[in-house]
């Protein structure tokens, strides 16, 4: 059961909910007391400590019963129950004869549960497929194709043909031809019930499958990409990706912290500390206070942007936890706040949606009238310990520069910071505005592919 709860949490992790080490482990402690008796107790335990979000309910509702369903045979007939005591006899010896010399291995075990009523249970199933078929290592997009292909390698088709070769055996026994027939029913609906478990257990062993060569798979295979190349990558990949680059980045940012300076002397702590000892010696506490940033991202959608777009806001999302506050801004030749998007939708989710918040086309990119919006809309969205991101290519098509507004939004903010995906000898080209605006910022950052974007985030944190 503890292999089957890590494979849980791992396909989990697959489809983008975010499980740290910690709730795994008050997962595995909670199966401890609650027990797996009751299924709707031990699934209300797991729910509990594996699932944060309510936008990821659905997720875990639709896994669960892959790795916990009912772990039972599928209900199968006992063929020949409307045969009399001297048929069924006759039954039985000749299907042990036929089962004696019947070979594969595997098509005999199928045709002796067809004929006999006695199945196998989903985990059972598993483990017969993973040793006779090949279909547990395909992609989960190929599903039907996959159980076709299991099908085919055990042979699946040769039953009708036994079933057939059986009856004529009965029936040349003097076996009744109303008993035949019902026989042959129950034969018939037995084998299409094994066909079904065989298709679902193919689906649960490839989506397991999947999960575990996502783990495996380098992050270092993608990172060094350019952007429009990830474009066409799966988004489950990427999600896996980004999931395991921000995790990257939360640890180095608390190893950071810990190592940080001891602070400011703090008065209060260091007398209560010390009242025991009268004063001699005296043992100094300090106060360790750790503002997490506020983050304002203003993102340039146009064609050329939105595959960097959308992993930058990706990224930012996945690192909410040290993160006080994040309000994301959308331009084109219009602006928006897509804050409740984000809200409402999974960062994947909300990135296919937000483009359509502003309006723009083909050479309409209009910064200059953006900033002006923004600094008579949105000032809200920015104060003294909120770090500004501009990711964008720098290009006005509509517009001259417009550095009063960027300017008020810097004397407002803490520090505003540029990511911009073009080379740096694009900068201050025909109607490219960099040359202006990068002087202005408190850093700028070339981020033409995930680990470039990633160092830059990084920087973000002290």
């Known amino acids: 059961m503890d292999q089957r709860v890590v494979d849980f949490i791992r396909a989990l992790r697959a489809r983008g909910v975010r499980i740290s080490l910690a709730e795994s482990i008050d997962a595995m402690r909670c199966i401890e007391i609650a027990g797996v008796a009751d299924k709707q107790i031990f699934r209300s335990a797991l729910r509990a ?5 309510p936008r990821d309910l659905p997720t875990f509702d639709e896994l669960f019963p892959r790795f916990f369903g009912l772990d039972t045979p599928p209900p199968l007939h006992q063929p020949g129950s409307g045969m009399s005591p001297e048929e069924r006899e006759q039954l039985e010896r000749m299907l042990q004869q036929m089962l004696a010399s019947l070979t594969p291995e595997q098509l005999r075990r199928l045709f002796e549960m067809m004929m006999t009523g006695q199945g196998m249970s989903g985990g059972q199933m598993r483990q017969f497929l993973s040793e006779n078929t090949t279909a547990m290592q395909m992609v989960t997009g190929f599903q039907p194709w996959a159980t076709r292909r299991a099908l085919r390698e055990l042979h699946f088709d040769r039953l009708e043909q036994l079933l057939q070769e059986l009856l004529e055996r009965l029936r040349q026994a003097g076996v009744s031809e109303a008993a035949l027939q019902q026989l042959e029913q129950e034969a018939r609906e037995n084998r299409a019930a094994l066909a079904q478990q065989i298709g679902k257990e193919v689906g649960n062993g490839l989506q397991q499958y999947e999960a575990e060569e996502r783990r495996r798979r380098p992050i270092e295979d993608l990172q060094d990409r350019p952007f429009e190349e990830l474009q066409h990558q799966n988004d489950d990949d990427m999600r896996a990706v980004i999931n395991r680059l921000a995790a990257q980045l939360r640890t180095r940012v608390a190893l950071r912290q810990k190592r940080a300076s001891k602070g400011a002397l703090d008065a209060k702590s260091t007398i209560r500390a010390n009242l025991r000892y009268s004063g001699v010696p005296l043992d100094v506490r300090y106060r360790h206070k750790h503002l997490k940033p506020r983050i304002t991202v203003i993102c340039d959608v146009s064609g050329s942007m939105r595959a960097v ?12 936890d040290q993160i006080s506050r994040t309000r994301p801004f959308v331009y084109y030749r219009t602006i928006a706040d897509v804050q409740a998007d984000f ?3 999974r960062p994947e989710e909300a990135i296919r949606v937000v483009p359509e918040r502003v309006q723009g086309g083909p050479w309409q990119t209009n910064l200059s009238e953006c900033l002006a919006t923004f600094t008579r809309d949105h000032l809200d969205a920015v104060d003294r310990r909120t770090t500004v991101i501009f990711l964008g290519d720098g ?24 990511f ?15 040359h202006i605006y990068g002087p202005m910022c408190d850093a700028v950052h070339h981020v ?15």
Do not use: C
């Open 420 to 434: 911009n995906p073009e080379p740096p000898y694009r900068w201050g080209r025909d109607d490219n505005h960099m």
């Open 448 to 462: 033409s592919n995930l680990r470039q974007l990633v160092a830059a985030v990084d920087g973000l944190f002290p």
């Open 343 to 345: 809200q409402r939708l």
């Open 309 to 320: 777009t959308g992993f930058m806001l990706m990224l930012v999302y996945a690192l909410q």
């Open 49 to 53: 400590s594996l699932v944060k979000e």
């Open 395 to 418: 290009d006005d098509h509509l517009s001259p520069p417009n550095p009063r507004a960027f300017e008020i939004i810097k004397r407002r903010a803490h520090r505003v910071v540029w």
